[in-house]
């Protein structure tokens, strides 16, 4: 199993020279917890509901005139979307984050994993293993 078959595609993205107001609306309207900040469609950082919740106010400056390239994190966790899915919840634990964004060969971003897509899929796991231990056990 790869990361590829478990990631999210179609993710937002915006350019560092984006306002703070913007990626608020764009979270907002696209009901999504973070953005990616790329340049070139390469990954340059990324910015969360909870980066705006916190950096922004810190900034002392109305949102219309705080840029993403202020508030972003840089340099962001990637993972390749050929990487084995149980890499990623190792990789998200060595860098104390909750998502991944995932490129292709060339740097590319191609989508995002979360924890909560992790979660689902090891959840679904332990279903399967339920049902097929309820098949096969006698019933006392």
Do not use: W
């Amino acid at each position: 199993m790869t990361v590829r078959n478990h990631m999210t595609v179609g993710v937002e993205t915006a350019g560092p020279d984006t306002t703070v107001e913007a990626l608020a609306m764009r979270l907002e309207q696209a009901d999504v917890g973070c953005i990616i900040i790329e340049e070139e469609m390469k990954p340059v950082g990324i910015v969360t509901d909870r980066d705006l919740a916190t950096r922004v106010d810190a900034r002392d400056r109305p949102a219309s005139d705080v840029l993403a390239e202020d508030v972003m994190t840089a340099d962001p966790v990637t993972i390749t979307e050929d990487a084995d899915v149980f890499a990623a919840p190792r990789t998200m634990r060595e860098n104390a984050v909750r998502r991944l964004i995932v490129v292709n060969d060339s740097g590319t971003v191609v989508g995002i994993i979360t924890l909560d897509d992790l979660m689902r899929l090891f959840v679904d796991g332990m279903d399967d293993l339920t049902d097929v231990i309820d098949a096969e056990s006698p019933t006392y």
